[in-house]
């Protein structure tokens, strides 16, 4: 489905990240995860993608293959690091024919381990990116007119990569300028920092619909893979001393990361947010005691908004 058919229909989503596998058993992982999460008929599911060519094929594969083999609405990740236009324009056809409805479009991580020059990509940042599949919807290739459903990235404690704040929502405008139809944004732990990017959004004139990135901190490894993958994000001081209460305890700690994350979205949807998308980490255990505590078994029983 279409994005803007589904935040016309939903006043509240509720999405999941996954990531393509690397190894047969981390592919069980996910297979069984998607299987557990399919019940609770999320309104979309997005899966990542890498900077290297094999696990690039592997995100568009599971894309197809969630598009094929399930009821679930896959959104696949695209970016500018090291690719050429006609590779994009590839990819979109690809999944044009699949019938994929929505891209989340973005600038990228640059590659760990190889040589790397921005400069040769085509498209420098994600809003020249949000621009060519524009364009690409007006090609008439799509079997829906309207084309791809856009999506780009919003970070509330800001970009590691830009110091200056101001220009920073200057560059998120000029993504929706360009076309995107709602902003997800990078994980964060204090609702804080959330709501008030919200608001930026709005003095900014930004009106497209913000869905909030959730990853509860299940475990020490986790928490600094977290901090390595969003770069900037803020551990507070509050989860950090309930995660070292825990000692050596992972089964505590994972029940403190599950609550945290609970306590979020229930503030969250106190505060009219426009949906949730958990990065999952390929896992259904966390997500399925987080909606558990929201009182959610299937996102079409959730309550409408009042208007
Ligand atoms: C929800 C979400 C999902 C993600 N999924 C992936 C993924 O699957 N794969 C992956 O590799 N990465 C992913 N990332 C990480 C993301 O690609 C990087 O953090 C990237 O550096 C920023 O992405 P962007 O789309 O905001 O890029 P851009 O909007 O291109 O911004 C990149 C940098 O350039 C700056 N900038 C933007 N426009 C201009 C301009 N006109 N002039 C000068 N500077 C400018 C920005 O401020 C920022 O510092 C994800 C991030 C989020 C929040």
Known sequence: MHALDIFQKHPTTFSFEFFPPKTPESAENLYEAIRELESYQPHFV????????????????????IKETTSLNPIPHLTCVCHKEEEIHAILERY???????????GGDAPKGTPYRKEDDDFQHAADLVKYIRRFNDSGVHPDKRGFGISVAGFP????????RLKEMDYLKAKVDAGADYIVTQLFFDNRDFLDFRDRCELAGISVPIIAGIMPATSLSGMKRMAELAAGARFPARLLRSLQRCGDDTEAMTQVGIHHASEQCHDLLENRVRGI??????????????FRSLGISDTKFVEPVAA
Do not use: C, W
């Open 157 to 164: 404690e800001g970009h590691p990569g830009t110091p200056n």
């Open 277 to 290: 998308h958990f990065y999952t980490l390929n896992r259904s255990d966390a997500t399925k005691q987080i």
């Open 46 to 65: 997005s899966v990542t993608y890498g900077a290297g060519g094999s696990t690039r094929e592997m995100t568009n594969d599971l894309v197809v293959r």
């Open 96 to 106: 044009a024919k699949a019938g994929v409805s929505n891209i989340l479009a973005l």
